[in-house]
């Protein structure tokens, strides 16, 4: 299984410029997150969605906009970029708690991100 | 507000030098404590969850125990391939997942 893909692993942009970080999940859940972590930091929400068509807000969501269209896919969109928005960008998917399964988050790779 | 706080921000061991890490929170409706493990330049790796007080899970070296304020990370008898940032979370009673700092251990051979 693929689990949480995440698209590009590496990009820099300049200042003002947008960019939608892609992010896609094969494993059904209904739950779908954006983190970003700083250097030597833990992970802080940014948005995160229940369901198709439906998101909301976390702890740092300015500067970041996200839509949800499909169960599967959860793009983060960064207008006008700047150099506070550099870091690595991470995005996570959680199914319902069930037998094996805790309801705990499963990562994507990350999108490393520098705004020059 | 829901809040995670690790300590020690970082930790060295010699191997086989068995050690504790710390993770006390504060949440609105505790639904899960939950330990990852980070390698450099990867997403966060599921180790455990934890849903109630005097709740104990183990996996090969590693033990994460519950109480009512703060959870514990125990490695025993650490090897070199331990080394990794280990976090700890919490998800509240809306489904929202609050991250720790993270301990960054390294195991020394």
């Known amino acids: 299984n693929a689990g949480v893909t995440q698209t590009p692993k590496f990009r820099i942009l300049k200042i003002g410029q947008s960019m939608t970080l892609q992010c896609t999940q094969d494993?059904?859940?209904?739950?779908m997150y954006w983190y970003r972590q700083d250097p030597g930091m833990g992970l802080k929400l940014i948005y995160y969605s229940v369901g198709a068509g439906i998101t909301d807000k976390g702890e740092v969501p300015n500067g970041y906009n996200v839509s949800r269209s499909t169960t599967e896919d959860f793009p983060l969109r960064l207008e006008l970029a700047a150099p506070s928005q550099t870091s690595v960008y991470f995005c996570?998917?959680?199914?319902?708690?069930?037998?094996?399964?805790?309801?705990?988050?499963?990562f994507g790779e990350g999108s490393r991100l520098t705004v020059l | 507000e829901d809040q995670v706080t690790q300590s020690p921000e970082a930790l060295r061991l010699q191997e086989g030098e068995s050690s504790s890490l710390n993770c006390s929170y504060t949440?609105?409706?505790?639904?899960?404590l939950f330990w990852y493990r980070q390698d450099p330049g990867k997403g966060p790796e599921f180790l455990f969850t934890?849903?109630?007080a005097g709740e104990e899970k183990e996996k090969e070296r590693l033990k994460a125990t519950l109480t009512k304020k703060e959870s514990f990370l125990h490695i025993t008898a650490p090897k070199p391939e331990d080394s990794a940032t280990y976090l700890c979370a919490v998800r509240n009673n809306f489904n929202k997942f609050y991250f720790g700092s993270g301990t960054k251990l390294n195991v020394k051979p």
């Open positions: 934890l849903y109630s």
């Open positions: 949440v609105s409706g505790l639904r899960g």
């Open positions: 996570a998917s959680k199914g319902l708690a069930g037998g094996v399964n805790t309801g705990e988050l499963f």
């Open positions: 494993m059904n859940h209904n739950y």
